[in-house]
């Protein structure tokens, strides 16, 4: 995915697979990724990286907020799927709640890969490298497995899709900045 993402949505869009196996065998996981290295790299530096500086960290808020964090993924990666499974249609493709969720988990990868960059608070930040790169998975992605055959519609379909990724990332780590 990271390295030939066109060949690989297309081997993601041949595989047969449910919600269940896809949460159980790499969303719970991989989306793990950002968390616990934030945890560690905090427990071990006494701070955490954001994009704007370097704020001191306590370990039972660090804790705290690499569980509200992982929650709060686990929970974006259903909203993207749902906002895309609703969206589809608009665009002429098939509504399918599997296929959206692979496109929402998947097209997360790089963003989840480059949360280890938390193990070094300082090098934190750049982990919006990960999730611009996300974006555009997801644009390439959806317009695939979600059958927008139309190519200018697939075109407006996955800008709409990335959009609406990007959206749902920002609410909530708004969200999740709240309650931590």
């Not at 991989?30 to 968390?35: E, F, K, L, M, T």
Request: glycine share 12%.
């Amino acid at each position: 995915m990271l390295l030939q993402p066109g060949r690989e949505w297309k081997a993601i869009n041949a595989e047969f697979t449910n919600a269940p196996t896809l949460l159980r065998k790499y969303i719970v996981p991989v989306s793990a990724i950002g968390p616990v290295a934030t945890l560690v790299g905090s427990a071990v530096f006494g701070e955490r990286g954001t994009l704007f500086g370097m704020i001191e960290t306590s370990i039972s808020f660090a804790v705290q907020d690499a569980i509200i964090h992982y929650l709060f993924g686990l929970l974006g990666v259903w909203v993207i799927a749902l906002a895309l499974e609703f969206l589809t249609p608009s665009f002429g493709g098939s509504s399918n709640r599997v296929q959206a969720l692979k496109v929402a988990a998947y097209g997360s990868t790089p963003a989840w890969v480059c949360g280890i960059l938390g193990l070094i608070p300082k090098l934190a930040p750049y982990g919006l490298i990960g999730m611009v790169w996300s974006l555009l998975l997801v644009a390439q992605g959806a317009p695939m497995l979600l059958k927008v055959q139309d190519s200018d519609r697939a075109k407006v379909f996955g800008l709409v899709a990335a959009g609406a990724t990007g959206m749902a990332w920002i609410i909530l780590e708004v969200l999740a900045k709240t309650f931590g």
